[in-house]
């Protein structure tokens, strides 16, 4: 057994919205919903629950317990995955993992989080002793910092930057699920032009946080065989890194994880960079996509804007770029939010783009960033490859 | 150009301090800058943590007095934040690389934005808490 004997079956999505009317565990339970009718799954066949981290779900020491309650699911194994915006793509390797290991058979990874509605977080980190003293921000101010650092060392072209910004925000006209008030297309210059908030971050390099729910089925592809699912999502290769640098006083904050995540997901799949179809980084802020691509080896390190003149990143181009608008321009659901970009990439690889699908469904590839630490850039980078069968 | 903000008459919120970072926050009422030593690693490590980030031990771990000085790492100008710093902007965060090679985040006050730079010498501020202690800020040295 191995991560590829797994695949990604099934898939579902809210839309996302400002602020959710409905309580979380609603949004869970469309979901759930949304699966089974899309796989002809019973719920009595699902055994295995994931969720990500959740805003909203943050005060409750049992999540994943009442979680699973709440939507009458009786499990053989049952988890949450605390890795912040990289827990959705993460789940799905441990799902796997757990799959593997004979745990279970069938785990639903569920992402819900209501964190403008309801956020019930009170995060226990180095903040409140050494950074909130000075005003700090928190992401928006260590991004400008790394933005900054980005700067010094290679010079940081805003019209690139810019090109990322309008090719999402494209997707996000394409797709109904993006927020409303997103959906409005925008210039480079647009973005160059948009207000500093933290200086040289810009009002339209970074999310809107919103609510909303996403998740996927994963099990073994025998199973899926067996049952006729003729649409899987193959899970080739993944990678996992938290703390790049941890035993080193001072790093380079243009250097991440994703170097690590990205060499063992390619090498897990036997695949480069150029086979490739659709790209879904994870995207919380405009650079964080251009490192992604120096990182992940599409282009070389500090020449990632050269890279972005020269492609083309709509869904009709070379390398289509978060399909669906990602976060950005979609809105970002809380700590579920690496959520939307994965389900994004298997909407593609079924064949489910609609008027936004990409010319080469064959392989995809998400990435997760999640959590910041004091004055670097994140602490967990992931990578996960797909590729479509049937 | 809008003139940096350099927040000396807001009040803060308090810094809380945990069992292991208590010599730095003493140390901070009489304005002496203690930071965490690994003398088998020799290198300095900050923010205190709980154990040494080099060898994963304890023993070896100690506080020695730093002089604070250092150079810009990087920075941001904070253009939009939260209260207590709302309308106070614009205001700047940055990274501090000290002498001896750890990175401290901080305000640079006393720096207008045209002299405001990477790798631009700086010296400790330190700034007034109500309960005796003092913040660590830095200022043009």
């Known amino acids: ?390 | 150009m809008a003139a940096l903000n350099d927040l000396l008459d807001i009040e803060r919120p308090l810094p809380p301090e945990r069992s292991f970072s208590r010599p730095f926050w003493e140390a901070t009422r009489e304005k002496k800058l203690l930071i965490q030593y690994d003398s088998v690693a020799r290198a300095y490590q900050f923010y205190p943590r709980p154990t040494s980030i080099y060898t994963g031990r304890r023993a070896n771990l100690e506080w020695r007095e730093v002089s604070g000085r250092g150079t810009i790492f990087s920075y941001t100008i904070v253009r939009r934040a939260r209260p207590p710093f709302r309308d106070r902007e614009p205001y700047v965060v940055a990274m501090v690389t000290l002498e001896e090679g750890v990175n401290v985040m901080s305000n640079i006050i006393r720096c207008s934005e045209d002299a405001l730079k990477t790798g631009l010498a700086v010296k400790p501020y330190w700034h007034p808490l109500p309960d005796g202690r003092h913040l660590l800020l830095f200022e043009p040295a």
């Not at chain 1, 940081?156 to 297309?185: F, I, M, S, T, W």
Request: glycine letters at 12%; proline letters at 3%.
């Open chain 1, 1 to 390: 057994m191995a991560l590829r004997d797994n695949a990604i079956v099934g898939f579902a999505e809210t839309r996302i919205v400002l602020r959710s009317e409905v309580d979380v565990w609603e949004l869970g339970a469309e979901i759930l919903d949304g699966i089974l009718a899309q796989t002809g799954f019973e719920k009595g066949e699902i055994d295995g629950l994931i969720l990500s981290s959740s805003s909203t779900g943050a005060g409750n020491i049992f999540w994943s317990q009442t979680t699973a309650d709440q939507l009458a699911l009786e499990l053989d194994f049952c988890q949450t995955v605390d890795i912040g915006g990289s827990s959705p793509v993460g789940a799905v390797a441990r799902a796997a993992a757990a799959i593997d290991a004979g745990l279970c058979t069938t785990v639903l990874c569920l992402y819900a989080d209501t964190a403008v509605a309801e956020n019930n977080g009170r995060p226990r980190s180095y903040g409140a002793e050494w950074t909130t003293p000075y005003g700090y921000l928190g992401a928006p101010a260590a991004f400008g910092m790394l933005s900054r650092y980005y700067h010094d060392k290679f010079g940081l072209d805003e019209r690139a930057l810019g090109k990322l910004a309008v090719a999402q925000r494209e997707h996000a006209l394409r797709n109904d699920n993006a927020c409303e008030k997103l959906r409005k297309p925008i210039t480079v210059d647009d973005y160059v032009q948009s207000r500093m908030i933290n200086d040289p971050i810009r009002l339209l390099d970074c999310v809107m946080p919103c609510d909303g729910a996403s998740g996927v089925l994963v099990t073994s592809r025998k199973r899926a065989e067996q049952r006729g699912l003729t649409r899987c999502a193959v899970l080739r290769g993944y990678g996992e890194r938290t703390n790049l640098g941890a035993a080193s006083a001072i790093v380079d904050p243009t250097v991440t994880g994703h170097r690590q995540a990205g060499e063992r997901a390619f090498a897990q799949a036997g695949l480069t960079p150029r086979d490739i179809g659709s790209f879904h980084p994870y995207d919380d802020f405009i650079i964080a996509i251009m490192m992604q691509l120096e990182m992940l080896g599409f282009c070389v390190h500090g020449q990632g804007a050269a890279f972005i003149h020269e492609t083309d990143f709509l869904f009709s181009g070379d390398l289509p770029l978060n399909t669906g608008g990602g976060q950005i321009s979609a809105g970002q659901c809380g700590l579920a939010g690496g959520g939307t970009n994965l389900v994004e990439a298997v909407r593609q690889l079924f064949g489910d783009g609609g008027a936004r699908q990409v010319k080469d469904r064959r392989h995809a590839l998400v990435t997760g960033i999640g959590g910041i630490p004091y004055g670097r850039n994140w602490n967990t980078s992931t990578a996960l490859i797909l590729t479509s069968e049937g």
